[in-house]
């Protein structure tokens, strides 16, 4: 992971940092407001390395589906669930209930 990563990695923080409480939003939609669509799976990245900062709410960060991905990547194997359930979001068997209810979208960001 090179400088461009790194700054790719902070663009991705500073949009999860936006997304509302009680919402929730996807890998595909974060790299889309980034203009950069095909780069969900770095996106995914991000997040997965994401869960030391405290201040960028990667459990709010789902796949296109309401899959909560990135589970494995919390300290406690239901801490990505209990978190999204102490926001008000339904999860039943890792996916998230209602999920055009709670889903956000980024704002597309000027490059």
Not at 14 to 30: D, E, L, W
Not at 31 to 36: C, F, P, S, W
């Amino acid at each position: 992971m090179g400088k461009s990563a790194d700054n790719f990695f902070e663009k991705v923080y500073a949009v999860a940092r936006q997304i509302p409480y009680g919402k929730v939003t996807s890998y595909g939609a974060i790299a889309k407001a980034l203009g950069a669509a095909r780069s969900a799976r770095m996106v995914g990245w991000a997040m997965n390395a994401a869960h030391n900062l405290e201040d960028v709410p990667a459990h709010r960060v789902v796949n296109r589906k309401g899959l909560l991905t990135g589970k494995h990547h919390f300290d406690g194997t239901n801490l990505m669930q209990q978190l999204l359930e102490s926001e008000g979001i339904i999860v039943v068997d890792n996916q998230i209930v209602d999920l055009e209810k709670h889903f956000w979208t980024p704002e597309m960001s000027l490059h």
